[in-house]
């Protein structure tokens, strides 16, 4: 299957003002099942555009900006040729056919990052860490158990809602969602990360689609045997090659699309506007 990706994100503002070095993470991470076939990407005229991997091999495009300006864009289209996964076809180490997952001594020193919840909010009782549970069956009830009972709402902007904070109001955006589910399985001792990228939606209704002016977000749990395990609680789904990946880290800052500053000497107000279209193509 081959996808069409678009994405063009432009911030506005009031009048000019200058940028500090901005950070985008849209390009797809390394995987067998999806090919690059051409990839396009372009900011605003003038700018030094320098391409690194990070921390997590994420690929960045580390944008500089000489000139100051009252409008920054950013455009990106690429082709990827994606190949069927079946996100069951694994089969797990001994050591993780329960959680908690008994991780080796030199999984848990790699994972640490990974263990370590960032909020320890009371979790409902389905969620909580209890007795031993089968792995796959747990992890997929954690994630049905969001989707079925947080409400999925659209919020463009702003950091993740704490899990408490998703937990009281019953809905959230995707990442409100992903960062729940992240401490969740922190918090029963399994090794989790968020994910940030692309997800075509296919035949659904307009009304039923979740990322459409937007990138998603989803989880992966480190399950030894099965590598990094994805879940989508937002669609309450397992990530199969719908998903393209362009960024996984610990934290919501580490995968967001765009980061980066813009200075004055005066608060400058400033909106931005974003479209996101994944397409299946012949």
């Known amino acids: 299957m081959k996808l069409k990706i678009t994405k063009s994100t432009t911030y506005n503002y009031a009048e000019s003002v200058s940028f500090s070095p901005h950070h985008v993470r849209v390009f797809p991470r390394t995987d067998l099942f999806?090919?690059?076939?051409?990839?396009?990407?372009?900011?605003?005229?003038?700018?030094?555009?320098?391409?690194?991997?990070?921390?997590?091999?994420?690929?960045?495009?580390?944008?500089?900006?000489?000139?100051a300006s009252a409008t920054l864009p950013f455009h990106l289209e690429m082709t990827?040729?994606?190949?069927?996964?079946?996100?069951?076809?694994?089969?797990?180490?001994s050591n993780c056919l329960n959680i908690p997952p008994q991780y080796r001594a030199e999984e848990s020193e790699l994972l640490a990052?990974?263990?370590?919840?960032?909020?320890?909010?009371?979790?409902?009782?389905?969620?909580?860490?209890?007795?031993?549970?089968?792995?796959?069956?747990?992890?997929?009830?954690?994630?049905?158990w969001i989707h079925e009972n947080i409400a999925?709402?659209?919020?463009?902007e702003g950091q993740p809602l704490?899990?408490?904070?998703t937990?009281?109001?019953?809905?959230?955006?995707?990442?409100?969602?992903?960062?729940?589910l992240?401490?969740?399985?922190?918090?029963?001792?399994?090794?989790?990360?968020?994910?940030?990228?692309?997800?075509?939606?296919?035949?659904?209704?307009?009304?039923?689609?979740?990322?459409?002016?937007?990138?998603?977000?989803?989880?992966?749990?480190?399950l030894p045997g099965a590598g990094w395990f994805g879940m989508d609680p937002t669609n309450g789904v397992l990530t199969d090659h719908h998903f393209v990946a362009t960024a996984v880290g610990r934290r919501h800052s580490d995968v967001a699309p765009v980061s980066g500053a813009y200075y004055s000497n005066a608060q400058v107000q400033s909106r931005m506007k974003s479209v996101v279209s994944v397409e299946k193509v012949d």
Request: hydrophobic share 40%; net charge negative; with cysteine.
């Open 152 to 156: 999925y709402e659209l919020r463009h």
């Open 34 to 67: 999806a090919k690059v076939e051409s990839v396009s990407f372009s900011t605003a005229l003038g700018a030094d555009i320098q391409y690194r991997q990070d921390l997590f091999d994420n690929i960045i495009a580390y944008c500089f900006y000489p000139d």
């Open 162 to 165: 704490t899990p408490r904070e």
């Open 167 to 180: 937990l009281d109001k019953s809905a959230g955006s995707c990442r409100d969602m992903a960062a729940l």
């Open 80 to 93: 990827i040729d994606v190949r069927e996964k079946n996100p069951f076809h694994f089969l797990l180490d």
């Open 113 to 144: 990052p990974y263990l370590a919840p960032v909020d320890w909010s009371d979790l409902p009782q389905p969620l909580a860490p209890a007795a031993s549970r089968p792995t796959v069956e747990t992890l997929v009830n954690f994630n049905h």
């Open 182 to 222: 992240t401490e969740a399985l922190r918090q029963n001792g399994v090794a989790a990360r968020l994910a940030s990228g692309f997800v075509w939606e296919g035949d659904k209704s307009d009304a039923d689609k979740r990322s459409v002016s937007s990138m998603h977000l989803w989880v992966e749990a480190c």
